[in-house]
């Protein structure tokens, strides 16, 4: 009995119900035996314990309704969905234990057949590839974390538009001319960010998704053209084992990367392509790949998913097409013009970096 | 900013148990989630249960007042998914390369490990609570949880007056309070 008096009024001096004398007294009793203390705290820890006990049934409780509604309307499905057609649906389900049977000893056999030409025929990958651009997730981030630099040029941004996709990209002409991948620019418009931060506003002059090469132009009062290029962009094919290197944006700030040429295709032998053995990133999409030399030998543009370092670069002499078929559709505007001359070939690899490095631009495209 | 004050609304009406907006959460990222557990050997089943469990950690997180989300909401759910679906491949021998299409994560693990005590804490009560029996278990789930009044559940479970209804109330709380610290000492 005692210890039932002792709960009420542990309870009533947790919830606050005490007046301030009976509270005093209370607490002096609870600071001179320890047991008291004890019984309060451990109360108090059940209550509260308790009280979450709720709230989380409670919410679960709503989280299935919740879940079970939508289901009702249609909104999630929790099936296959078997679409349309009165008499297909009754005969499919009269008929879906025998498929299902009949289909899984056909799986059984096709398994056992291909598993058997797997193992006769030279080992084959079934990797897939992944596109290097980066994720709408990952540009709001970068949009965080640069926001201080963009508030203070002022964003170059038109109001109420939407990162979609983005990438790096790299100059091709001084005018303006930048070349990524089309994969990068998913938006209808683009701004490219240089090495020091600073924003240019792009049209996309042209989008060729066959070869997956596209070309921006920097239209911006701001921009400052470059007489001449450092580097030259290379016609013929490249051999393997030539050592290369990429400066690319896979975050926010410029980053070096550096491999050699395994393959002279791409995936599933893709002759537009190289194989590259080095590591890239999302963001790495549309990275120039430059030799020793410093030559553009291509445009780095996905990576297979399951094998580390494996990587595909477009060779650059599809850039000398889209080039051309920019030039040729475009009647009265300028010309791109290419340079074939690289005039950092003797240069340490540093003093490279830091001549290329402001001609390779963050690349983001928004839509409105 | 538009969208990060509309993240806070749905953040605040989730902590409130708002069933409006949890089910403008659930028309916003469920089926995102259940792409990804399906494309890794998931069933429906399980894209629904790990939904719950994501969006319950993220009610407690709410909850604490102190909670900034650093991130959206929808990477913060997507990343919670993918850590626990792949832990839970991982327990089941079915761990093969998780397959996504580089959808950004952010690190959940410390949040995942207070969910997983508080979810240690629900299951103890939970058992404590059933191995009580009737009519303890409900006398204290109306006076605790549903915060009915004593002379409510008095008239309501047929006691004679609210005094004797009090003293099986404490009566039951005692024995709760022994079945919940026999294991939650433990649990610790």
Partial sequence: ?368 | MKSTSNEQVLLKGLAANDSFIIEQLYKENFSTIQAFILANNGSYDDAKDVFQEAMITLYEKAQSGSFVLTCQIKTYVYSVCRRLWLKKLQQLGRFSHPVDNLEETISVDDDLEEHAKHDAAFAIMDRALKSLGEPCKSLLEGYYLQKMDMQALASEFGYTNADNAKNQKYKCLMRLKKLFFAQYNIGE
């Avoid at chain 1, 939407?162 to 990524?180: A, E, N, P, W």
């Avoid at chain 1, 944006?249 to 392509?273: F, M, Q």
Wanted: net charge neutral; charged share 20%; aromatic share 8%.
């Fill in chain 1, 1 to 368: 009995m005692e210890d039932l008096i002792l709960l009420e009024t542990i309870e009533k001096y947790l919830s606050n119900q005490m007046d301030a004398q009976e509270k005093i007294a209370f607490e002096l009793v609870r600071k001179n035996t320890p047991d008291i203390d004890q019984m309060v705290v451990e109360h108090a820890m059940l209550l509260q314990q308790m009280d979450q006990y709720s709230m989380v049934k409670s919410i679960k409780l709503t989280l299935a309704q919740t879940y079970q509604n939508l289901l009702e309307h249609g909104e999630i499905s929790n099936t296959i969905e078997v679409s349309g057609g009165g008499k297909v649906i009754q005969l499919f389900n009269k008929y879906k234990r025998v498929a299902s049977i009949a289909a899984s000893v056909g799986g059984v056999i096709a398994l056992f057949i291909s598993g058997l030409a797997l193992y006769l025929s030279p080992a084959s990958h079934n990797s897939q590839i992944q596109q290097l651009s980066n994720d709408i997730a990952a540009i709001k981030k970068s949009q965080q974390y640069q926001g201080k630099l963009i508030n203070e040029v002022k964003s170059k941004l038109p109001a109420g538009v939407k990162f979609i996709s983005g990438g790096s990209g790299f100059l091709i002409d001084g005018k303006g001319f930048i070349v990524t991948n089309a994969h990068v620019i998913k938006g209808t418009g683009a701004i490219v960010v240089d090495n020091t931060g600073k924003e240019y506003v792009a049209e996309i002059a042209l989008l060729d998704k066959v070869k997956d090469l596209a070309i921006l132009k920097i239209n911006d009062p701001d921009f400052t053209s470059k007489k001449s290029l450092p580097y030259s962009i290379r016609k013929s094919t490249t051999d393997l084992g030539e050592e290369i290197f990429t400066l690319g944006y896979p975050r926010n700030e410029i980053v070096y990367g550096t491999g050699y040429l395994s393959a002279r295709s791409g995936y599933e032998g893709d002759s537009l392509s190289y194989q590259l053995q080095m590591s890239a990133n999302p963001g790495n999409s549309g990275a120039p790949v430059f030799d020793n030399a410093g030559e553009v030998i291509g445009v780095l543009s996905t990576r297979e998913a399951q094998l580390e370092g494996v990587v595909f670069a477009l060779k650059s002499n599809n850039i000398f097409k889209v080039v051309n078929d920019y030039n040729t559709s475009n009647e009265g505007g300028k010309d791109i013009k290419i340079s074939t001359r690289s005039n950092i070939s003797r240069m340490s690899r540093k003093n490279q970096i830091a001549t290329l490095e402001s001609c390779v631009y963050y690349v983001k495209s928004f839509d409105k």
